[in-house]
């Protein structure tokens, strides 16, 4: 049921599909990115982010070029070996706790807030059978935030 409330009083919501990522390009993924705000941006919003503050992600959203360029992804490295351990996480996260992870690469919109994305990496069962997402993150940045995230979660979690 799209927007309606369910049977158990709570608020249930399909989510549409905005784009198959596993075979974007880097350069088409990031263009897909500044159509919306996703759980990486929430960091920047709040001036929390070791990467990135609001006015960059302005700038990134709105296609602007700062005066002064910065050094190109100082820390690619970091974000490399955090992008190839993801696999490598869920299935650590899996063993450790018995749910079952599938690997999901899309993007999604909240059908009520088209401005929120949501870059998916896994979906995964919990124990209450309900179908859950989750991105693999950096965990400084998960600690840092982790209440905002699991406020933009449930807000984005669509039953």
Known sequence: ???????????????????????????????YRKKGIGGSDVAAIMGISPFATIRDLFYNKTGVQPVIQEEEESNWVAKE???????????????????????????????????????????????????RFWNVKPAIIMRKISGLMRVFQLIMCCR
Request: proline share 5%; charged share 25%.
């Open 1 to 31: 049921m799209l927007g309606g409330i369910g049977m158990n009083n709570k608020a249930e919501y399909t989510p549409e599909k905005v784009v198959d990522i596993s075979n974007l390009s880097r350069e088409d993924w990031l263009e």
């Open 81 to 131: 070996v955090g992008h190839r351990l993801e696999d490598l996480v869920a299935e650590i996260f899996s063993k450790k706790t018995g749910l079952e992870v599938f690997p999901v690469r899309v993007m999604f919109r909240h059908p009520l807030y088209p401005f929120m994305l949501a870059d998916v990496d896994f979906l995964f069962v919990c124990r209450m059978g309900h179908l």
